[in-house]
């Protein structure tokens, strides 16, 4: 299966640390990669490959895997961090799927 | 500095087509694939396919296989994505992006699909 499954929602503290997860049978086989997506803007690439930030990232942002399933850590959130989050990985057939995507609250 | 510039908003009856185009710079247009990638209303990200510029070679979602056309010119640093069939629950945010891991997104555009 091609599907990617994350939890709808997750709420931390401010200046805590929190992970989102995603699980699915293509990240054994394939890195996924995370978007943070604020309301009314574009998706904006946060993680890809084996934990790599994209240029003006924060360090905050760190990823990992294990078996089928991704994860995305943000150490200390800030306010600026609420956003929905979305994994990202190939699929079968040089196709390409997206997680249904976490709310995150900054509390 | 790289950039996607999509077309504007447009509205559409059922049963109508619409061409979303997208519009890169500061970057190498060939060699690079464009993904377009739909978000309905509230909801989440969807792949709905990509397009080759170099050989104009697709891959599409197969949800959409059998309605959208994804294109290219070279000329003009453009791809563009076309939707058959229009019914409401196509109403979206329609964004394309690059195939360099999606790291470039065009900012979107808003198709509302009503009778």
């Known amino acids: 299966s091609s599907e990617l499954t994350q939890d709808p929602a997750v709420s931390v503290a401010l200046g805590q640390t929190v992970t989102i997860t995603c699980q699915g049978d293509s990240l054994r086989t394939y890195y996924g990669s995370w978007f943070q997506q604020k309301p009314g803007q574009a998706p904006v690439l946060v993680l890809f490959g084996e934990n790599i930030r994209p240029s003006g990232i924060p360090d905050r942002f760190s990823g990992s895997t294990s078996g089928n399933t991704a994860s995305l850590t943000i150490t200390g959130a800030q306010a600026q961090d609420e956003a929905d989050y979305y994994c990202k990985c190939r699929g079968a057939g040089d196709t390409w799927v997206f997680g249904g995507g976490t709310k995150l609250t900054v509390l | ?115």
């Open chain 2, 1 to 115: 500095q790289v950039q996607l510039v999509q077309s504007g908003a447009e509205v559409k009856k059922p049963g109508a087509s619409v061409k979303v185009s997208c519009k890169a710079s500061g970057y190498r247009f060939i060699g690079n694939p464009i993904h377009w990638v739909r978000q309905a209303p509230g909801q989440g990200l969807e792949w709905m396919g990509y397009v080759h510029p170099d050989n104009g070679d697709t891959k599409y979602a197969q949800k959409f296989q059998d309605r959208v056309t994804m294109t290219s010119d070279t000329s003009i640093s453009t791809a563009y994505m076309e939707l058959r069939r229009l019914r409401s629950d196509d109403t979206g945010m329609y964004f394309c992006t690059r195939d360099m891991g999606m790291d470039v997104w065009g900012q979107g555009t808003t198709v509302i699909v009503s009778s």
